[in-house]
């Protein structure tokens, strides 16, 4: 089954299901699904039992849920797409990066697989899109970065940007006139006591370090740059 062949709606189910559970280990549930897709959680609930019944879905009775193989490769080429066009979007037609995801949204949903191949080769086979997701090759295979969020990190010693969520625009536009984009590399120190805060400072710029709270903290995805 080619996606193409899925109604808008299921590619984005099954896309929202694969994507939550790439970064979390938390179960994938009706509520978390319906906050992804913008739904109420009683339109998802009976959007997910049709999609059980169609062997794309695993999904109990007030269950978690999980796709089957047949619902991953699925997703995975809806994934794929999206980070396609966003690294298009950025590297070819200049967006910046806080602008393209909505645009992949709608995008995402008309491309054609010759197109998405196209753009592939054009790019030159990146492995990550503007914010450090792994690009799904065509065969379905992904490549997660070995990286975790900011915040649960100890706060000392020197890390380096692999990833940031693409969640919040207006947090990216933050981070990107601060020097917070992928590679940088960043000295981490805790914040005041009781303040759930971590002091970031960026290597190469001259500037005060930033204070994080734990949202931005966890919206930044790191790796170890020590040793």
């Not at 019944?53 to 999980?66: I, K």
């Not at 196209?118 to 090759?137: K, Q, T």
């Amino acid at each position: 089954m080619d996606v193409s062949s899925l109604s808008i709606s299921t590619q984005n189910y099954l896309k929202a299901i694969w994507s939550w559970q790439e970064w979390s280990d938390e179960p994938v549930t009706t509520s978390v699904v319906a906050e992804k897709v913008g739904l109420r959680a009683s339109t998802v609930s009976e959007a997910i039992r049709k999609l059980n019944e169609q062997g794309l879905v695993d999904h109990e009775r007030y269950g978690h849920m999980t796709l089957t193989e047949a619902g991953r490769l699925l997703a995975v080429q809806m994934v794929r797409r999206h980070r396609l066009l966003e690294s298009f979007l950025v590297q070819a037609l200049k967006y910046r990066w806080d602008e393209v995801h909505e645009e992949a949204e709608h995008l995402e949903h008309v491309v054609s697989e010759m197109l998405v191949t196209r753009i592939d080769e054009y790019l030159g086979f990146p492995r990550r899109d503007p914010h450090g997701d792994p690009i799904p090759r065509a065969d379905g295979t992904t490549h997660r970065p070995d990286a975790v969020p900011l915040s649960d990190i100890e706060p000392q010693g020197l890390v380096r940007v692999e990833r940031i969520s693409d969640a919040d625009a207006k947090m990216l536009q933050f981070f990107a006139e601060r020097g917070i984009v992928l590679d940088a590399e960043l000295s981490v120190a805790a914040g005041e006591p009781y303040s759930d805060a971590v002091l970031v400072a960026v290597s190469g710029r001259d500037a005060e370090p930033l204070r994080l709270g734990p949202a931005a903290a966890g919206a930044i995805w790191v790796s170890s740059d020590q040793g």
